[in-house]
């Protein structure tokens, strides 16, 4: 299959197949023209790549993720402890999402939304600004 027929069939786009050849977790063999010739096994990569990117998995949790996939000899507990980490981020990234949707919730509440300047969202932002914020 070439770049175009499995980026079809695998549903990711040439250019990150390209990114994931240049990273090294796909290696497909090359025609005598040099042109990628990839094989079902690559295509099953692929598709794997493409679901973990998908749950969200880092570059490089996919890199442990298939080598323990192609790896017979390996444990669960390493896959689920891979797993567990990124759910632990996953997390953590709901909290703060959490909070900022609290946070912003009120200050909307907050804001009279009229013709007058005055605006408590505004008012928030500059006051978080840091060594350099503050009111113009």
């Known amino acids: 299959?070439?770049?175009?027929?499995?980026?079809?069939?695998?549903?990711?786009?040439?250019?990150?197949?390209?990114?994931?050849?240049?990273i090294g977790l796909v290696r497909p063999g090359r025609d005598t023209n040099g042109y990628r010739r990839f094989c079902e096994?690559?295509?099953h990569k692929l598709a794997f790549l493409g679901r973990a990117r998908s749950l969200g998995f880092s570059i490089e949790?996919?890199?442990?993720?298939?080598?323990?996939?192609?790896?017979?000899?390996?444990?669960?507990f390493e896959v689920r402890e891979i797993a567990r980490d990124h759910l632990a981020r996953i997390e953590r990234?709901?909290?703060?999402?959490?909070?900022?949707?609290?946070?912003?919730?009120?200050?909307?509440?907050?804001?009279?939304?009229?013709?007058?300047?005055d605006c408590p969202i505004l008012r928030d932002?500059?006051?978080?600004?840091?060594?350099?914020?503050?009111?113009?």
């Open 93 to 117: 990234k709901l909290e703060e999402l959490q909070e900022m949707h609290k946070t912003l919730s009120h200050l909307v509440a907050e804001c009279a939304g009229d013709d007058r300047p």
């Open 61 to 76: 949790d996919c890199r442990s993720l298939m080598a323990l996939y192609e790896d017979r000899a390996r444990t669960s």
């Open 41 to 43: 096994s690559d295509l």
């Open 1 to 22: 299959m070439n770049i175009g027929d499995v980026a079809e069939r695998s549903g990711l786009p040439a250019k990150t197949i390209r990114y994931y050849e240049d």
């Open 125 to 136: 932002l500059a006051s978080h600004g840091g060594a350099c914020g503050g009111e113009p």
